[in-house]
């Protein structure tokens, strides 16, 4: 699932992003008013959690602006902890709304309940040959081998699985998995994809993880000519 955060606290916004990362979303950060808004009216995303103090446009105007053509499910994320502000949200369209500070789980609850609620359902089971991964049990498998993964491994595959037959390059995976700037002198992402292939597709006949050189990273089921 896609997830826009909006956010101008860099601190928070960090934190949510890995945070969310971690529990299995792809997630986009804006940390400003206007440049958020471009993002929620162009991109395609499955919910976004949104400030209401943000430098450029407020949360408001931009709820006001994504209702205009959109029913995205929208949780407004705010220090203001008024009745007013609290109306005032809901009643532009704002479908569930969170006063800071917060515990990350309820964060998490409640966007899995806005994305619930909705005509969207949330996919929280992906797969591919006989691999597969259970978001919410937090539960991958192999055939009938249970791997055992660290949290940035988890990630790192939900991400390859949900966008499996595309080639995800290096700067995508450690800004999705790592919420990081690639750089060049890092060869954080070449560790991790070799560990995951390690446990993922070394023990078995048919591999999945591949190795596009110069572009990136695939995860695909290929005949055995293409392999």
Same mark, same amino acid.
């Given at each position: #699932?896609? %997830?826009? !955060?909006?956010?101008?606290?860099?601190?928070?916004?960090?934190?949510? @992003? $890995?945070?969310?990362?971690?529990?299995?979303?792809?997630? *986009?950060?804006?940390?400003?008013?206007?440049?958020g808004?471009? #993002?929620?009216?162009?991109?395609?995303? *499955?919910?976004i959690?949104?400030?209401? #103090? %943000?430098?450029?446009?407020?949360?408001?105007?931009?709820?006001?602006?994504?209702?205009?053509?959109?029913?995205?499910?929208?949780?407004?994320?705010?220090?203001? *902890? *008024?009745?007013?502000?609290? !109306? $005032?949200?809901?009643?532009?369209?704002?479908?569930?709304?969170?006063?800071?500070?917060?515990?990350?789980?309820?964060?998490?609850?409640?966007?899995?309940?806005? %994305? @619930?609620?909705g005509?969207?359902?949330?996919?929280?089971?992906?797969?591919?040959?006989?691999?597969?991964?259970?978001?919410?049990?937090?539960?991958?498998?192999?055939?009938?081998?249970?791997?055992?993964?660290?949290? $940035?491994?988890?990630?790192? %595959?939900?991400?390859?699985?949900? @966008? +499996?037959? +595309?080639?995800?390059?290096?700067?995508?995976?450690?800004? +999705?998995?790592?919420?990081?700037?690639?750089?060049?002198?890092?060869?954080?992402?070449?560790?991790?994809?070799?560990?995951? @292939?390690? $446990?993922?597709?070394?023990?078995?006949?048919?591999?999945?993880?591949?190795?596009?050189?110069? #572009?990136?990273?695939?995860?695909?089921?290929r005949?055995?000519?293409?392999?």
């Amino acid at each position: #699932m896609h %997830l826009l !955060v909006i956010e101008d606290e860099v601190k928070l916004g960090d934190y949510l @992003r $890995k945070g969310l990362v971690e529990s299995g979303f792809n997630v *986009d950060l804006s940390r400003d008013g206007s440049e958020g808004l471009g #993002m929620a009216l162009t991109g395609n995303y *499955d919910a976004i959690v949104l400030d209401v #103090m %943000l430098p450029g446009i407020d949360g408001f105007k931009i709820l006001e602006a994504i209702r205009k053509s959109s029913s995205i499910p929208v949780l407004m994320l705010t220090a203001r *902890d *008024d009745v007013v502000d609290r !109306v $005032k949200g809901l009643e532009s369209g704002a479908d569930d709304y969170l006063a800071k500070p917060f515990a990350f789980s309820e964060l998490q609850a409640r966007i899995r309940a806005l %994305l @619930r609620r909705g005509t969207l359902q949330e996919t929280t089971r992906y797969a591919l040959a006989d691999l597969q991964l259970d978001l919410t049990t937090r539960k991958a498998t192999r055939g009938s081998k249970r791997l055992e993964l660290t949290a $940035k491994e988890f990630a790192l %595959l939900s991400l390859l699985l949900r @966008r +499996q037959g +595309q080639i995800l390059p290096r700067a995508i995976l450690a800004d +999705q998995v790592w919420g990081m700037n690639f750089d060049s002198e890092t060869n954080v992402v070449e560790v991790a994809v070799r560990r995951l @292939r390690m $446990k993922i597709d070394d023990p078995f006949d048919v591999k999945l993880l591949h190795t596009v050189r110069g #572009m990136g990273y695939v995860l695909e089921l290929r005949d055995a000519d293409s392999a």
